[in-house]
T-cell receptor
Framework: DAEITQSPRHKITETGRQVTLACHQT?????MFWYRQDLGHGLRLIHY???????NKGEVSDGYSVSRSNTEDLPLTLESAASSQTSVYFC???????????FGPGTRLLVL | KQEVTQIPAALSVPEGENLVLNCSFT??????LQWFRQDPGKGLTSLLL?????REQTSGRLNASLDKSSGRSTLYIAASQPGDSATYLC??????????FGSGTRLQVQP
């Protein structure tokens, strides 16, 4: 069955380290998204991509980067992890315009 | 900037009740609105997607309505069950395919 997976599911890191969270989908969806979920803020958009070599900034993109080298993957990199980036990170994908978004299971990141 | 609000923030009902969850958004220029369910510690599961040209969508015991002009959507759950206990999120697409989310309504259905 087609799916969207995230790894790792849990991660503890130290302030200043570079961290990469993986997202992989097997639906051949064009659109991929990264959100973070925090108490009191709900889900907020970090970065998104409409296709290979396309990336765009969302509302909370500072300190994060993404690259899209193929259809299936959109890794999220925290260049220098900060305690404020402790959060639950969700990856999502959709096929085209006005289509349902499907979410991965999430990655819990703790920055000490 | 689009803002999405969900009321109430939490709701507790006895099993069997019909209930309504509310979602409002500030900018009526939306492409679609999506309702999700989130169980504790889990990802989001899509429940219903309403396109901007539609007034409502139904799936089983769930019915979602959309009034774009007034910036409102409701999710109606009929004959609630303990298994419906979860957080319900609404989100709008304003044309860039990414979603703007409300903070959710935490529902508890008591047996």
């Amino acid at each position: 069955d087609a799916e969207i997976t995230q790894s790792p599911r849990h991660k503890i890191t130290e302030t200043g380290r570079q961290v990469t969270l993986a997202c992989h989908q097997t639906w051949n969806h064009n659109n991929m998204f990264w959100y973070r979920q925090d108490l009191g803020h709900g889900l907020r958009l970090i970065h998104y991509s409409y296709g290979v070599q396309d990336t765009n900034k969302g509302e909370v993109s500072d300190g994060y980067s993404v690259s899209r080298s193929n259809t299936e993957d959109l890794p999220l990199t925290l260049e220098s992890a900060a305690s404020s980036q402790t959060s639950v990170y969700f990856c999502a994908s959709s096929f085209g315009e006005k289509e349902t978004q499907y979410f991965g299971p999430g990655t819990r990141l703790l920055v000490l | 900037k689009q803002e999405v609000t969900q009321i109430p923030a939490a709701l507790s009902v006895p099993e069997g009740e019909n209930l309504v969850l509310n979602c409002s958004f500030t900018d009526s220029a939306i492409y679609n609105l999506q309702w999700f369910r989130q169980d504790p510690g889990k990802g989001l599961t899509s429940l219903l997607l309403i396109q901007s040209s539609q007034r409502e969508q139904t799936s089983g015991r769930l019915n979602a309505s959309l009034d774009k002009s007034s910036g409102r959507s409701t999710l109606y759950i009929a004959a609630s069950q303990p298994g419906d206990s979860a957080t319900y999120l609404c989100a709008v697409d304003t044309g860039r395919r990414a979603l703007t989310f409300g903070s959710g309504t935490r529902l508890q259905v008591q047996p």
